[in-house]
């Protein structure tokens, strides 16, 4: 496992950034410098599949619990008995399982982006009443939605290629995804170019870092989370009725396509979420933002992130 760390060492509390897709470490950057300059310990590992990091060929290595047990051997690696979590799209999601399976290991939780989808997350029930994750996004947005393509082996790599890396991640990273453009035709949003102006917050240099890994290691190790949801999901069934308590703070941009899921908002803003996340502490809801937000809106995400975990 590639780990990048900034900051205090031994002694001083340790904050664990946990990035989604197509993401690295990198993704954190700004949370880290801010952190560690207020004397924090930051550790952030490429998960697996990602940059640096291993990536086991077989797609079932990449499941829930695969990826929480390397959470936690890097805690026990670095000697670290319990920290503060930060996650971001399937960062977040592996930290919710965290939060489930591992507590005790989790002083508190700041998820962004994604919050707490039981259903989606955790069978509960059988029969029909039970339906599987890839069932209930093919029903909402139809097969071609992303995270349905995603699913048969080699479809998903053809459309997102290693040569295209540059291409894919600037594409990506600039662009705000809408449950339209998600669940359109190759998932395409408006296209770029190298020629087009980055967003302030994005630099040259930064698709450059994100590039030339993907353009070295492809985007499988990925997808393959993707290809773990419905196993996840049948994994997850002994906690069917588990909640996470563990004192949570939860971010998300008011133009990211995961706040805007079917029911999402009224279950954010209606009590679902506290009823499921007992020790949620508060909602931050970013105007502006889109699905990027610790690098589109670094400051403010960074801020949040200190203002909550400096109180314990």
């Not at 395409?188 to 994005?202: E, I």
């Not at 989370?225 to 419905?230: F, G, L, T």
């Not at 502490?281 to 970013?286: A, K, L, P, S, Y």
């Amino acid at each position: 496992m590639h780990v990048a760390e900034s900051g205090a060492e031994e002694g001083s509390p340790a904050v664990v950034f946990l990035h989604g897709f197509p993401e690295l470490w990198y993704s954190w950057r700004h949370q880290m410098e801010h952190l560690a300059a207020r004397g924090y310990r930051c550790v952030a590992p490429d998960l697996r599949g990602y940059g640096a990091t291993a990536a086991p060929a077989d797609i079932a290595s990449y499941s829930a619990f695969h990826v929480v047990g390397d959470v936690v051997a890097l805690l026990d690696a670095l000697g670290l008995g319990k920290v503060f979590v930060v996650g971001h799209d399937w960062g977040a999601i592996i930290a919710w399982y965290l939060c489930l399976f591992r507590a005790d290991r989790v002083t508190a939780l700041v998820n962004t982006s994604v919050a707490f989808m039981r259903h989606i997350y955790i069978r509960s029930g059988a029969g029909d009443g039970a339906a599987k994750p890839t069932d209930f996004f093919n029903r909402t947005y139809g097969p071609k939605y992303y995270i349905c393509r995603f699913q048969e082996p080699g479809v998903a790599e053809k459309e997102l290629s290693p040569a295209k890396a540059r291409y894919i991640t600037r594409q990506i990273l600039c662009s705000r995804y809408t449950a339209e453009s998600a669940a359109g035709d190759g998932n395409k949003p408006v296209p770029t170019t190298d020629d087009d102006p980055l967003p302030p917050w994005l630099t040259e240099a930064d698709v450059d870092y994100f590039a030339s890994e993907f353009e070295r290691t492809g985007f499988t190790g990925g997808i393959n989370y993707y290809r773990n949801m419905d196993r996840n999901w049948e994994l997850a069934a002994p906690w069917a009725d588990a909640k996470v308590h563990v004192p949570t703070r939860f971010i998300v941009g008011d133009g990211d396509l995961t706040y805007h899921y079917p029911g999402i908002q009224d279950y954010i803003h209606k009590g679902g979420f506290k009823a499921d996340v007992p020790l949620l502490e508060d909602v931050v809801i970013i105007p502006g933002a889109g699905h990027f937000i610790q690098q589109e809106k670094a400051d403010e995400v960074s801020n949040h992130i200190y203002d909550f975990i400096s109180k314990f």
